[in-house]
């Protein structure tokens, strides 16, 4: 162990407390005080809440100050995960959610009071129908894997109406994780489908798949390599010719929205996450939405309730779908991330939509371009908006995917997305999305040249970073074995 | 075609123009951005823009929303007394502005602990306060609402058992509650069984130990009910044996002065921490809250903090046990949950931070001071009744004998939001620290006068 001292960078919010101290105040109460014992039975009520602080609004202030500077973020520069989509997440967003006429408005409201909310979520739908290509979109669900859940069992139902629900979900093994969960937690079992050298699915893969027990291909385009799935018409026909459904995974949105629809691709059902795609903020892990578009066929059984247009003018609240698969969150979604989201598209327009998909498409294949040779690119089939590299080239020197990411992190860059696709061996996932300037590019780009330098020259430097961060390789193992998960005194 | 020149658009959210993007098309080798889309099948491809609005400015955009924001009525401009799900306290203006801080608004999900210890300590601190406020021992770094932390309680404790596979609800549990979970459940082959309550308005035990039988796995209650009545632990943990018992708390601030329900036999805690200083902002986005007994941790949905060390022997903290989640075990997982909801996690650490020990307590007797103030007040009014008679937090039901709507469409007049209608004659009322006295006898002097003129 080095002599690194023990002390950490920031207490927890536990440790500044002091007794006595305040970080509150409240008006004086203003009307006649009861004895507590004649409201709530002594039993019934707690004396204390052992343990909890006693801070001032400055000690909050700093702790929450400090802390947040042991975050990197978009804002200070390129944060390439890969299928997360970090993107420049405008401010005029945050203001507009916070206008008081929308943030004070309460979900039990009456329509006539929240006229405007329902014209919101009304544009919102009408906008995302027209992104998708499809004849309605739910706005409910409020995460991707969220929509996935709401998408399958809106297959589900209505296979099941027509007499047979099936039993099987198919997957590629290229799939995020949350596909499987999703599939599983609707009442399927799941199959994967093995990728092709491409990356992608072969035609003859899923028709010798597709039998009477499916019900639905569910597949990520593009895929988690970034490469688009140029058979997916064709695996629409086939799927529609068992009585099966599409399920498009959109988290990869950004690298065709205005440049082509599911709607028109045969896909039965996308969820798209807005938090990637229309730029509202990831804020750490959430929160986000996820809404769901769906074919003519899945239009009877989406979430209730939905917002509808009268003939005078008026927006309402429609409870009324009897085949729907019931309410998938209380109220109406993540409202206020809906909100950002339609700001956003306002800003963006038609033009602006199709060229974020241009020039994330352009960026990402510029790195593709730039560190190709450098590093091993395991599937050279033409990619979208992220390109997957692996650590092939370097693993001889015994340096792999996990040092590189952490040496990028001494270069100020947040890491891309590591070890996933799971098709790949050491995968380095790299997503840059419209918003980096090239010569943000060109010092990533950079960077990753000089790490694979490092790795053949110094790979011991490589191999222990990172050497700046506030903290350094956490031992994740003992984390696991001895959690501790919360503090005590 | 009717397309716009990729090289001539420009967008202020998309740095790169003309000059970059030839540039860059030179290093990759193509003469145009269209050759990028080569991939995607040209009958598939769109032949012209987009039917949307836009490009807007900040000014038209800042016009429009405000305009759309102006039709509604709302706590804005208006005395607000709903609950039912979603409560109106004051949020203390540095957690806002906390929020804001980039650092913590725009990035992601902590995968990379050295470069994320900011988040991942917050969620520790949250996991800590939720601790200590349900009176549990792990919570987990949060999940979407109250309501699909009800779904994913539920989840967790069929998973406990083997071969059983009914779960007993109370029927005073949020009605939205209950409708994500028949959702949820719908293809698991799940039963949910509906307990009512009694003539107090807390549940029935009576029906509540005879719908616990052999074949169920676990019971679930809200306390305060959707009635706004506080439920009696003991005597629910007396009639329900030992079947895995779930408190549903839809009120957070309540924890402030009610018994923790890890303290009085249950076994999870979900809830919605909304009530701690969050927005209504029309239903979400809020954060919803899952504690447990130790012995449930490795059944847990949803991501976890845990503390450790770094190479350097230096306290760090890091997302752990993740053999449970998807990314991990796939179709096999806990839950399909992928992110939490962070960022309103760390709106309810600030906000329990600032409050304390003192505060949070402070609040909540205020809430329950005031309340009992408007249902004296209420009570004095001939025709109405107060038909629950066990105690209530902040919230209750009125009854009068006039149709309920209408005496709320009378007090909108009053610029009174007066209640949730929850049948023909009765709605829910809720006051918080937010009302002031004169707020309380304007509310009761309203309804008064709504009465008199509903039976001219």
């Given at each position: 162990m080095s002599d690194a001292p023990m002390k950490p960078s920031e207490g927890l919010i536990f440790e500044h407390s002091k007794t006595g101290r305040r970080g509150y105040q409240l008006p004086t109460l203003d009307v006649p005080e009861e004895n507590l014992d004649d409201l709530i039975p002594h039993a019934q009520r707690r004396d204390t809440i052992e343990g909890e602080v006693e801070v001032s609004e400055v000690d909050v202030i700093r702790h929450f100050t400090r802390l947040s500077k042991l975050n990197v973020s978009i804002d200070a520069g390129l944060y390439p995960l890969g299928s997360c989509t970090m993107k420049h997440n405008p401010r005029i967003n945050e203001e507009i959610a916070r206008t008081p006429g929308f943030a004070l408005s309460h979900p039990m409201q009456p329509d006539h009071q929240v006229q405007g909310n329902l014209e919101l979520l009304w544009h919102l739908e009408q906008t995302l129908r027209e992104i998708f290509g499809m004849p309605r979109v739910t706005l409910?669900?409020?995460?991707g894997a969220h929509g996935e859940l709401t998408g399958i069992l809106m297959i589900h139902k209505a296979l099941s109406k027509s007499g047979n629900a099936r039993k099987y979900i198919l997957i590629p093994d290229s799939a995020h994780g949350t596909n499987p969960a999703s599939a599983a937690f609707a009442g399927y079992e799941v199959k994967e489908l093995k990728s092709n050298s491409r990356g992608t699915l072969d035609r003859s893969t899923l028709a010798d798949a597709v039998?009477?027990?499916?019900a639905a291909l569910m597949i990520t385009v593009p895929n988690t390599l970034g490469v688009?799935?140029?058979?997916i018409k064709s695996f629409a026909e086939i799927l529609h010719a068992k009585g099966a459904y599409l399920y498009c995974d959109g988290a990869n949105l950004n690298s065709f929205v205005g440049i082509a629809r599911p709607g028109d691709m045969g896909i039965d059902v996308i969820h798209s996450n807005l938090h990637k795609t229309f730029s509202t903020p990831h804020g750490g892990g959430g929160p986000g939405a996820g809404p769901v578009g769906v074919s003519e066929k899945l239009v009877p059984f989406v979430p209730t309730p939905t917002v509808e247009k009268s003939h005078d003018g008026h927006y309402y609240l429609d409870y009324n779908h009897e085949d729907s698969i019931g309410r998938m969150r209380a109220f109406h979604g993540n409202f206020g991330v809906l909100v950002r989201a339609l700001t956003y598209m306002r800003s963006m327009g038609p033009d602006g939509l199709r060229r974020i998909a241009q020039l994330a498409v352009l960026n990402a294949n510029y790195i593709r371009a730039r560190l190709k040779g450098t590093y091993h690119l395991p599937y050279d089939a033409p990619s979208l908006h992220e390109v997957v590299f692996s650590d092939k080239n370097q693993t001889p020197r015994d340096v792999h995917t996990l040092d590189i990411a952490k040496r990028l992190m001494d270069y100020g860059f947040h890491p891309p997305t590591i070890y996933f696709p799971l098709i790949v061996s050491g995968a380095l996932m790299i997503e840059p999305t419209e918003s980096e300037p090239k010569e943000e590019l060109d010092a990533f780009c950079e960077a990753m040249i000089n790490i694979a330098h490092e790795c053949n020259e110094r790979p011991e430097l490589v191999r222990s970073a990172p050497h700046t961060t506030p903290v350094r390789r956490l031992d994740e193992a003992r984390a696991a074995r001895n959690p501790i998960l919360r503090w005590r005194r | 075609m009717n397309l716009p020149d990729p090289l001539k658009s420009v967008h202020r959210?998309?740095?790169?123009a003309e000059a970059d993007v030839q540039e860059m098309l030179g290093v990759i080798g193509i003469d145009s951005v269209d050759r990028l889309f080569d991939s995607i099948p040209n009958d598939v491809k769109l032949k012209s823009l987009l039917d949307i609005p836009g490009p807007w400015s900040e000014i038209e955009t800042r016009r429009w929303f405000r305009a759309l924001a102006a039709k509604n009525k709302s706590g804005a401009d208006h005395v607000s007394f709903l609950g039912g799900g979603a409560y109106s306290h004051y949020q203390p203006a540095c957690v806002d502005q906390l929020l804001l801080r980039a650092e913590f608004l725009t990035s992601y999900t902590p995968y990379q602990p050295e470069v994320s210890q900011g988040t991942l300590q917050a969620i520790f601190e949250y996991q800590t306060h939720q601790s200590m406020l349900t009176g549990l021992d792990v919570a987990n770094a949060s999940l979407y609402d109250g309501s699909t932390a009800l779904c994913e309680a539920v989840l967790l404790a069929e998973r406990l058992v083997k071969n059983k596979h009914r779960v007993v609800v109370a029927r005073s549990v949020h009605p939205q509650y209950i409708e994500t979970l028949r959702t949820y459940v719908q293809n698991l082959g799940i039963d949910i069984v509906e307990v009512g309550w009694g003539h107090d308005g807390r549940i029935d035990t009576a029906a509540l130990r005879e719908a616990c039988n052999d074949e169920v796995f676990a019971v679930a209650v809200q306390s305060p009910n959707f009635l706004g009545v506080v439920e009696d632990y003991d005597a629910i943990s007396a009639a329900t044996g030992n079947i895995t018992k779930i408190a549903v708390v839809a009120?957070?601030?309540?924890l402030g002065i009610l018994a923790p329900p890890g303290a009085h036999g249950f076994d999870i805690c979900v809830g919605e921490g909304q009530a701690w200083g969050i927005p209504t902002s029309f239903g979400g986005p809020y954060v919803g809250f899952m504690v447990v007994r130790d012995a449930l941790k490795r059944h847990m949905p949803g991501r976890l903090v845990g503390e450790t060390v770094d190479v350097d022997g230096r306290r760090a903290y890091v997302l752990t046990l993740a053999t449970r989640e998807q990314h991990i075990r796939r179709g096999k997982a806990t839950s399909n949950i992928c992110t939490n909801q962070a960022l309103f996690a760390l709106a309810a650490n600030i906000y329990l931070s600032l409050l304390g020990k003192e505060g949070l307590r402070e609040v909540a007797t205020q809430c329950l001071q005031k309340t009992a103030y408007l249902r004296k007040k209420l009570s004095a009014i001939s025709s109405v009744v107060l038909p629950y008679s066990a105690p209530v937090y902040n919230e209750f039901v009125v009854r009068t004998s006039h149709p309920a709507k209408e005496i709320l469409a009378d007090l909108e007049h009053e610029k009174i939001l007066g209640g949730i209608p929850i049948d023909t004659n009765d709605f829910l009322v809720a006051v918080t620290e937010l009302h002031t006295k004169e707020n309380l006898d304007h509310y009761a002097s309203a309804l008064s006068a709504a009465i008199s003129r509903e039976r001219r």
């Open positions: 409910q669900p409020v995460a039998t009477e027990d499916v688009f799935e140029n058979e | 959210y998309i740095p790169n009120e957070a601030t309540s």
